[in-house]
């Protein structure tokens, strides 16, 4: 069975960091495009970022550009989110996503993406 895992959230300070990590099981994950959302109680999933499958492409949303990087390490079976600059509004929710292509949809629909993890908590406050 096909399960994607989330780990990595905390609570952190504003302006702190966190690194997400994303590992699959049931498949192998290298040959997917791998993606981000965060999704607040009441608000819709939002698109972070996306990473192709070899990492030679990669989509990042303007609301968290200049502060968050996607990465993958293909031989750990691995997809990592580095959050820097933490804001008190990226408190939410972040899962991992993919639909099984190598390469990143075009725009972030949540609708794309079939599978699912999870989620992991990330608190940002003081």
């Known amino acids: 069975q096909l399960e994607l895992v989330e780990s990595g959230g905390g609570l952190v300070e504003p302006g702190g960091s966190l690194r997400l990590s994303c590992a699959a099981s049931g498949f192998t994950l290298r040959y997917y495009a791998i993606g981000w959302f965060r999704q607040a109680p009441g608000k819709e999933r939002e698109g972070i970022s996306c990473?192709?499958?070899?990492?030679?492409?990669?989509n990042i949303a303007d609301s968290v550009k200049g502060r968050f990087t996607i990465s993958r390490d293909n031989a750990k079976n691995t997809v990592s989110l580095q959050m820097n600059s933490l804001k008190p509004e990226d408190t939410t929710i972040y899962f991992c996503?993919?639909?099984?292509?190598?390469?990143?949809?075009?725009?972030?629909?949540?609708?794309?993406?079939?599978?699912w993890g999870q989620g992991t908590q990330v608190t940002v406050s003081s």
């Open positions: 990473i192709s499958s070899s990492g030679s492409s990669t």
């Open positions: 996503v993919t639909d099984q292509t190598p390469y990143c949809p075009n725009s972030f629909e949540p609708e794309k993406y079939e599978y």
